[in-house]
């Protein structure tokens, strides 16, 4: 069986992987994982990111965006540059970007400004935005609710909501990512009953690696780093939870990951 997989939140640029990204891309190919979306997280990583995705075209794009967690360091004069990563055809959303008011690494109001900057720049830009949210639905959702017909659509990534949240999405039009979360019986308990209710052309997978190492997986690696190799795991735990075969899973994510950031291959 060869999967077919895309890996649309993986955080490659993080030290972790500084020693081995090659070994870990080459893993991830044998695992059926054929295209990942790096995660950009700050201005930096987000120019990292692009570099890394220039040099793999067809199997890496990026995504390029201020953190909540690093709303505060972004400034006005960021924007051009964030502009200039956008317009590359390998960066291919505005993110992460959103909201965070369980850590509040950055004061809300500094979250908000960032958050609405940047979803200006997706609408002039016309792309698509890779969303964060955690603790700061309310306001998240109202925000977004401003640009409404603005975007060209958008993901809400590593979801780990309940009925309410996800009902919301849906009406925003974000697409829903879903990470190694559900795959923890304990603190995925909500988000395991709403897995089968995601439709079919709303569902994408992640592995937010180095993150969120799936906690089903036999044997856990001893490192306890995620890597995107282990996205059938969580592509499995998605199926089983649907009640689905592994192959539509991985046929339907892939269809609407390649829809939503339009990952074209090279030549095409
Ligand atoms: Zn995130």
Known sequence: MSLDLVDI???????????DRDAVMARALQAGVRRLVVTGADLASSRQAAALAAAHPSRLWSTAGVHPHHAQSFEASQRGELLDLLRLKSVVAVGECGLDYFRNLSPPPAQRAAFIAQLEIAAQIRKPVFLHQRDAHGDFAAILNDF?????????????????????????????GITGWACDE?????????????????????????????????????????????????????????????????????????????????GS
């Open 148 to 176: 409404d017909g603005k975007l060209q659509g958008g993901v809400a990534h590593c979801f780990t909501g309940g009925e309410l949240e996800l009902e919301a999405y849906l009406e925003l039009g974000l697409y829903i």
């Open 186 to 266: 304990r603190r995925g308990v909500e988000l395991r009953g709403v897995v089968p209710r995601i439709p079919a052309d709303r569902l994408l997978i992640e592995t937010d690696a180095p993150y969120l190492l799936p906690r089903d997986m036999t044997p856990l690696p001893k490192s306890r780093r995620n890597e995107p190799a282990y996205l059938p795991y969580i592509a499995a735990t998605v199926a089983h939870l649907r009640g689905e075969t592994v192959e539509a899973v991985a046929s339907m994510t892939t269809r609407n990951a390649v829809a939503l950031f339009a990952l074209a291959l090279t």
């Open 9 to 19: 939140g993986a955080n490659l640029t993080h030290d972790s992987f500084a020693e």
